[in-house]
């Protein structure tokens, strides 16, 4: 290999480096390389390699060099403003008068331009926000009654000690709770003709059912479909069947402070079962229970447009959706990872 030639992997080359690649590669063929093998080592088309070596035949080095890219220059150099940008985005939009937090490009381009005396178009507020590393996402729910210092407690000492706990005394870690299925289904998208809305056929009958389920780190799902409303003798049927599959070790089983979770009844079951020990959550804090996402999942993916006609034939799918989520321990474990809970 000639030495000012240096291998490179099969990609586009950067515009900035073309001229001083094409140099070398017209150095290269001149010290004898050949066509097909400067193509390789650069990672491009001989036929390219070709039409360098031409274009220096009729016009010497300066046949080389490239030219101005054509095009309208840019208005606005977006990497002047990206910091002040940021700082905008990261600043509720109730700051600058709009009615909630959230920011769409409409308000993010007033905002600019009051701000920043910049008038942005849509694609260029967008490449922008793209370069900064934004992008459009849907935010989560958080409650106002939440308790942010019970919130931190939980997250820095409760659940590490917890964890530290398990692992000594090798008991099983589980996370559970419940969520209804209704009879009219979650409705996905579909292709259709431009005017003509698709119908999809699903019963007028209203009703839902119950479901209840435990997911442990290590990817374990338990479930039951009851027939019953939530309650505590449910949880505690629920409690029984899980100490009956998981023999001999320590439970500890994390739920939130629902009624069925504190209750009279439900204290007196833990006071009497030494293999279980109930740990709540703190208040108004869904987002800290990956259990959560199995209903996401089981709503929006395996369940999306059930079509049950009644809530027997509701039960019988949700159970098969059930023992496929339950089959695949990689899914429920990444539960864990979405949470940071791993």
Request: charged fraction near 30%; proline fraction near 6%; glycine fraction near 6%.
């Amino acid at each position: 290999m000639i030495p000012f030639l240096i291998m490179r992997k099969s990609c586009p080359i950067p515009r900035k480096n073309l001229d001083a690649t094409r140099i070398r590669a017209v150095r290269a063929r001149k010290a004898g390389m050949r066509t097909c093998d400067i193509a390789m080592t650069l990672g491009i088309s001989p036929i390219t390699v070709s039409r360098w070596i031409g274009k220096y035949k009729r016009s010497g080095a300066r046949g080389l060099l490239g030219t101005k890219p054509s095009g309208r220059p840019k208005k606005v150099d977006c990497n002047k403003f990206a910091p002040k940008l940021l700082k905008i985005v990261e600043s509720p939009a109730t700051k600058f008068g709009f009615t909630n937090e959230l920011w769409n490009s409409s308000r993010l381009r007033l905002a600019c331009k009051q701000k920043l005396g910049v008038e942005f178009s849509k694609t260029t507020l967008w490449r922008a926000l793209r370069n900064i590393g934004l992008s459009y996402q849907i935010p989560e729910r958080r409650a106002f009654e939440a308790d942010p210092k019970e919130r931190e407690a939980w997250i820095k000492k409760t659940w590490p000690k917890l964890q530290k706990k398990a692992k000594q005394e090798r008991a099983v870690i589980l996370f559970e709770d419940e969520s209804t299925l209704s009879l009219i289904p979650t409705l996905g998208k579909t292709w259709s003709k431009i005017g003509h809305t698709p119908i999809v056929t699903v019963t007028g009958k209203k009703g839902n059912i119950l479901v209840m389920s435990a997911i442990s780190p290590s990817g374990r799902l338990f479930f039951k479909i009851p027939k019953n409303n939530v309650n505590s003798s449910e949880f505690i049927r629920f409690l029984e069947q899980i100490l009956k599959d998981i023999k001999r070790k320590k439970i500890y089983m994390i739920a939130d402070r629902g009624p069925a979770h504190t209750s009279k009844l439900t204290k007196a079951f833990f006071d009497q079962e030494s293999r279980m020990e109930l740990v709540l959550l703190p208040s108004y804090s869904p987002d800290l229970n990956p259990d959560e996402l199995v209903w996401g999942r089981l709503k929006n993916i395996e369940m999306k447009t059930h079509n049950s006609k009644s809530k027997d034939d509701l039960r019988v799918k949700t159970f098969r959706s059930m023992k496929s989520i339950q089959g695949k321990r990689s899914l429920v474990k990444s539960f864990f990872e979405k949470q940071k809970l791993t």
